[in-house]
């Protein structure tokens, strides 16, 4: 067998009579241990999960935020065109709408001969993909006016 400096060279096998024993506990610390980290994942899994689902959400708002804004300039540009109808400009805002999933949403025209304003109002209860829990209760309502000339 050949020794260097106290440590045992590759390729033999146990200089020390007990360098293979087990060590007395060792096996206990390690399940122990193992119950540890069950633990800590229980508190941190549902901490880690909520985050990324109120990301989720808060994305899905914002997204909703901006299309009832595009949905009402395009609805007031097409009021615009001298023939539209109210009709017709809630189609336009009501299909840009659908496009995103938002439902449930109340469109308000009014026109004079000099402007026409679109006004979108809706609940985040009704837009929820998760659940109305960081948006309950809360609305959005976006308008829009523009000049005929």
Known sequence: MRRIKGIVAWGTH???SN???PIAGAES???RRR???AVE???AAPIALGLVFFSFEFGRMNMVRHTIQDAAYE???RGLVATATETEIKAVATSI???SGIRNATTTVAQTNDDVSVTISLNCNDQSWIGPLAF???SFSRSITLAKK
């Open 14 to 16: 146990h200089a020390r």
């Open 19 to 21: 360098w293979a024993a």
């Open 29 to 31: 610390r390690r399940t």
């Open 35 to 37: 119950g540890v980290t």
């Open 41 to 43: 994942f229980a508190v």
């Open 75 to 77: 609805a007031a540009r």
């Open 97 to 99: 709408m659908n496009a």
């Open 136 to 138: 309950q209760g809360k």
